[in-house]
């Protein structure tokens, strides 16, 4: 069984997919965003099954290459990008996978914004002072009538209803955190190279804007960028300064595109009313690290921070990429696809 797979991400993601593959299938990997159209096209000759990762046009000129062709496997969740009526003509079945690390990486976006909204880490310090500080009457046996609602006096605590929540970088986990936004009651802004199709915005219930309009727009900007040669250090001094004052950053895209001296010192200064980050220019973490400083320094700095920990999930990595070739197990043991689209 020959796979041609089509992967946008660096060597070592690639060296993960490769090393999951089953031991009787051979596996050509490609960058996509890399590969000329003529080396795919070349590639597909011999492929059984084309795994395509994430977004990247499977058209019917493509198609037309693939004389062996009975799969496409996106992985991923979104398939707009491929031609399904050509797929039908020639035999090609089209399935797609979600992948479980994105919707890990979306699940703790939502406990990053929560995080800093709620003010969990500022709060934590209101725990550890004396009772005596807030209430002259000291603790009381709390039931039914007898409370302390609120004892400290609170008055920055919000909520995402009503936000709006503007995502820089919308691929797989954008859009897995744009579908569990949909229900919050916030607005969805986002931004990518390609804009979607008007029907996948749609669905996903979120508006395209460019990124300076994106970071002006937004109560919570949630940078989900990879990084690039043009995305290092994107968002800078200057770039968080068009952001609303009070307003929140989530970091959670590549660490090395987000200055964070500069968003430590817009959080000193006030003029965001917090951030939360999970990935760094350098990891581990170094501890004369800008934000790790301002949060020792500085009880009431709402920061959040995590240790890179976004994608982990119950399946592991190695079950994770291996799933990836489910189906091509399946096919080569003639069993129903799961996923399947056509």
């Given at each position: 069984m020959n796979v041609l797979y089509l992967c946008p991400l660096?060597?070592?993601?690639?060296?993960?997919?490769l090393q999951a593959a089953p031991a009787?299938?051979?596996v050509v990997m490609l960058r996509s965003s890399e590969a000329p159209r003529e080396r795919v096209q070349q590639h597909l000759r011999d492929a059984d099954v084309l795994i395509t990762e994430r977004s990247g046009a499977v058209d019917r000129a493509l198609l037309e290459h693939a004389p062996r062709l009975k799969l496409v496997q996106r992985i991923g969740s979104l398939y707009h990008d491929i031609d399904l009526d050509a797929a039908r003509e020639r035999g090609v079945a089209v399935c797609v996978r979600p992948i479980i690390g994105t919707i890990a990486v979306a699940e703790h976006v939502l406990l990053q914004i929560l995080a800093v909204l709620r003010r969990a880490m500022p709060l934590q310090h209101v725990l550890r002072t004396s009772p005596e500080a807030f209430l002259h009457t000291g603790p009381r046996r709390t039931d039914e009538d007898v409370f302390a609602f609120n004892w400290s006096n609170q008055t920055r605590i919000a909520l995402i209803y009503g936000k709006t929540i503007g995502i820089l970088g919308f691929g797989e986990i954008g859009v897995e955190l744009a579908r569990r936004l949909q229900p919050m009651g916030c607005r969805v802004l986002y931004h990518k190279r390609h804009r979607l199709p008007s029907a996948v915005e749609k669905a996903l219930g979120a508006e395209y804007r460019d990124a300076e309009a994106l970071l002006r727009e937004s109560d919570i900007v949630v940078c989900l960028l990879p990084y690039s040669t043009e995305t290092d250090q994107w968002l800078n001094a200057e770039r968080l300064a068009l952001m609303k004052r009070g307003a929140w950053l989530i970091e959670a895209g590549s660490g090395s595109v987000v200055d964070e001296r500069?968003?430590?010192?817009?959080v000193r200064s006030g003029h965001l009313a917090g951030a939360a980050f999970d990935t760094y220019e350098?990891?581990?973490?170094?501890?004369?690290?800008?934000?790790?400083?301002?949060a020792d320094q500085d009880p009431e700095a709402n920061l959040f921070l995590t240790p890179h920990i976004g994608s982990c999930n119950d399946a592991g990595p190695a079950n994770e990429f291996a799933a990836f070739y489910e189906n091509v197990i399946r096919l080569q043991r003639g069993k129903p696809l799961v996923g399947r689209i056509t």
């Open positions: 660096g060597k070592q993601h690639q060296a993960w997919r009787d299938v051979r500069a968003v430590a010192e817009a350098w990891e581990p973490i170094p501890q004369d690290n800008p934000l790790l400083a301002l």
